[in-house]
């Protein structure tokens, strides 16, 4: 007759998930303490899509055409989604060093959560996306943008972050998959048709048919969608069923995307070899 396991008790169940909290917060002070000494990273970060705004306001701007307003106004809630996406790559880097560098065998050895590594990195870079998104939204008002209502720019930010989540996830993924710095190079280089191949620069519905149906289904091209009407800026007027529910695709697309690559995230941390 085979042994009945005792139920895990309610309380220790709590002071598993407090001592994960506390193991995640430790680990991502220890990111955010590098970042102080070494501020050119986040600075640079922060300031890359600045420098795309700029130069698409003022050096492509005035040969965009975007029906119902003004291309800085569709241009903006884009380049806030594409800041997200960036993230992507800082995420997997920051991953990959941990690995050439031993510091994740390191964590291993320690009596912590299994979760509280990455869980950790993904609150410190969640913490540098805010930043980031923050030092954009200013740049944004320097050039002549305006959002709509408050309750709308804070849902808006709510979709931005919830994107960003779902990339953390998967640069966390990617980094322990691979650990392998020359990954990291192939990943940035596919960003950019990523991040193009979506409603983020220029509407959709001036793709070629069938191009425009994998735009409006990128992920990246639900959020902006969504953002953009939230704003009250330009949205694509001839799109399809994706452009229509914009709003649900930006919750859905994110939500599963972070359940899926954080469980493998988890996973895969879990399988690594000591």
Same mark, same amino acid.
């Given at each position: ?115 509280? /590594?990455? =869980? #950790?990195?993904?609150? %410190?870079?969640?913490?540098?996306? @805010? &930043?980031?998104? *923050?030092?954009? +939204? ?96 330009? /949205?694509? =007027? #001839?799109?399809?069923? %994706?452009?229509?529910?914009?709003? @649900? &695709?930006?919750? *859905?697309?994110? +939500? ?19």
């Amino acid at each position: 007759m085979s042994a009945v396991l005792p139920p895990v008790a309610e309380d220790d169940l709590v002071e598993r998930l407090r001592w994960a909290v506390t193991d995640a917060v430790t680990v991502a002070g220890r990111d955010v303490a590098h970042w102080r000494r070494q501020p050119a990273v986040v600075l640079v970060g922060a300031l890359f899509p600045v420098l795309l705004l700029l130069m698409f306001v003022y050096l492509f701007g005035g040969a965009m055409v975007v029906p119902g307003g003004d291309y800085r106004d569709f241009l903006v809630p884009g380049l806030f989604g594409l800041a997200m996406v960036f993230g992507l790559e800082a995420t997997m880097t920051s991953v990959v060093t941990d690995a050439t560098r031993g510091i994740t065998d390191r964590f291993r050895s320690l009596p912590m959560a299994p979760s509280a /590594v990455v =869980a #950790g990195r993904c609150l %410190a870079d969640l913490g540098s996306s @805010v &930043l980031g998104l *923050a030092v954009l +939204v200013a740049a944004a008002f320097a050039v002549g943008w305006r959002p709509g209502g408050a309750a709308e720019v804070l849902a808006a930010v709510g979709l931005l972050l919830l994107l960003r989540s779902a990339f953390l996830w998967m640069g966390v993924f990617l980094g322990l998959l691979t650990r392998d710095p020359a990954t990291v190079t192939a990943v940035q280089v596919l960003v950019w048709p990523f991040a193009f191949l979506s409603n983020a620069f220029v509407p959709a519905s001036t793709m070629p048919g069938w191009l425009a149906t994998i735009a409006e289904w990128n992920p990246l091209a639900a959020t902006v969608t969504a953002v953009r009407g939230l704003f009250g800026q330009p /949205v694509d =007027a #001839g799109g399809g069923w %994706a452009t229509e529910h914009a709003l @649900v &695709l930006a919750v *859905a697309w994110p +939500v599963v995307l972070t359940v899926l690559f954080a469980a493998l995230s988890v996973r895969r941390w879990q399988g690594l070899s000591r």
